[in-house]
């Protein structure tokens, strides 16, 4: 990691956390509950979000959205987070940095062996707090994909899955797709 010479006078912790990883030329990072994590997705993990990607952005693309994995700032709290694809309005990326949960479509986090549960409990959990409406899990160690929405201050309050993979899945509005998870097993 090359950081960028700034100079920056934090008046709090978590301001001066973020800014950090920010700065942080050519690496992809999050802050999950105050621990910073390096991203280092394998190709099977980028081959499911590319998949996702590419299915959704006939209806992206309609919406007048783009599908991507920026960053995401959870306010009041030690996270950031990239999420392996947002689907966000594109009049809000125009000069944006990060963005915030509630002001996606879709967030979707794909497991991997070594942050599993950090997407199954903690990113759930928190993307539900702050509002994002839907958060699709694609679960690579239980091949499984379940979808939240109706979020609110404990948790989301309407669950779809855990399907296996294979199943379609029905992604609601605005989408109003069926998601192929068939391409989804290895």
Known sequence: MSAQPHSYAADDPETALKYAIQHLE?????????????????????????????????????????SGAGDLDLPGTPNWYVPDVAVVPKELTKGAGALLPDQTL???????????????????????????????LVDRQDHTCTLFSQPGEIGYQQVDGPHSFGKPLRLPDPFNFDLDTSEFRS
């Open 26 to 66: 050519g690496d992809r990072v999050q802050i999950v509950e105050g621990v910073i994590t390096l991203m280092s997705p394998s190709w099977d993990h980028e081959s499911l979000g590319d998949s996702i990607r590419r299915q959704i952005d006939p209806v992206v693309r309609r919406l007048g959205c783009i």
């Open 106 to 136: 879709l967030i979707v986090e794909v497991t991997s062996d070594s942050n599993g549960d950090t997407d199954r409990i903690v990113k759930r959990r928190r993307y539900a707090e702050f509002g994002a409406p839907l958060y699709l």
